[in-house]
């Protein structure tokens, strides 16, 4: 059994998604996503705890799309796609309604 942290998790989902829709395969989708300039799949996944609220807000905003994508998100739009990945990482799995337990306060 292994035993993943929540930033891997997010991070996973992230190169699903990326997978998903665009047909990369998986090496070229952690490639695309961790390319050495880049810093976005790391902010948004530091991030996440900004995306309590409505599920589908943020995705709402950028129009993300299931049925694939034109080109591959790069720049200011791989930020938008990963935030939105994340954002519905969180929605689905609903961290932003889980309480922390008592005998932990």
Known sequence: M???TLADTMRIQAVADLRALSDLSVN???RHLTSPDS???DTAVQGWR???GTPGDHCRKVNMRLEG???LPEGDALSVFLECSVARFVHRNR???VAAPTFLA
């Open 69 to 71: 994508m034109a080109s």
């Open 50 to 52: 900004s995306h309590g």
């Open 95 to 97: 961290f932003d309604e």
């Open 28 to 30: 070229a989708s952690v």
């Open 39 to 41: 810093t976005a799949l």
């Open 2 to 4: 292994r035993l993943w």
